[in-house]
């Protein structure tokens, strides 16, 4: 564990992943918007992370879920260990070489990882690269991703799509939360051998999946 980017040694040991919004009372009761923060948990529910998404009023009240944003991801002691970087990029099947692109470090300053969303005219689909712009996972959304009273699943699949080895889902909260709310609730499974660096990366997809199609969207309700 001593060549690990420093403060990921805990994800060695997980393969489920639990990230939930902290609801902000004023954005609550007014509807309006206010940074995110999230915290980062284990299958027990033991905080690993707090994150904080790093991004000005203008960026989300007129680009709301196409904002760019910096969210900064910090360990119990307050050491920032994960930084993503999303920059303002399009989100239409109409614009193929202008889709999303999120770059992730580990530690802040060296790439860990990269998540590149791929063209496909129904489903929403993302291939996760490492620091290197290799390609080493898929990532594979339902058709619709708004389905009330349920969960919905991304698949993460090798790269031949056809072997499933986890999958990133969007917990339905319920009625309450998701409409007054709209809080997120994610969940990642993975491999519990995959690669640190991946499993950062892993986290950052879960952070563009949220934006590009919940923001808005109060679970289809």
């Known amino acids: 564990t001593h060549n690990l980017p420093p403060g990921l040694e805990y994800l060695n040991q997980l393969d489920q992943i639990i990230i939930h919004q902290q609801v902000e009372l004023l954005e609550a009761i007014l509807g309006t918007e206010t940074s995110s ?40 002691v307050g050491r920032e260990v994960i930084r993503v970087i999303r920059p303002l990029r399009c989100n239409s099947c109409c614009f193929p070489c202008f889709l999303q692109e999120v770059e992730v470090q580990s530690p802040p300053g060296t790439i860990a990882g990269y998540v590149v969303q791929n063209w496909h005219p ?18 594979i959304g339902p058709c619709a991703t708004c389905d009330c009273f349920d969960d919905v699943d991304f698949e993460v699949k090798a790269l031949n799509e056809m072997t499933t080895i986890g999958k990133i889902s969007k917990y339905w909260s319920g009625f309450v939360n998701n409409v007054f709310t709209n809080t997120a609730n994610f969940g990642i499974q993975v491999p519990v051998d995959l690669d640190v660096r991946i499993k950062a990366v892993m986290i950052g997809a879960c952070f563009l999946i949220d934006l590009m199609f919940f923001e808005n969207s109060l679970d289809g309700l």
């Open 122 to 139: 129904f489903l929403p689909k993302f291939t996760i690269q490492n620091q290197s712009k290799e390609d080493v996972l898929k990532i």
């Open 37 to 76: 923060k999230y915290e980062i948990k284990n299958h027990l529910g033991q905080r690993v992370y707090f994150a904080v998404e790093e991004n000005d009023c203008f960026d989300r009240k007129l680009c709301s879920p196409l904002r760019s944003f910096t969210i900064t991801i910090a360990d119990n």
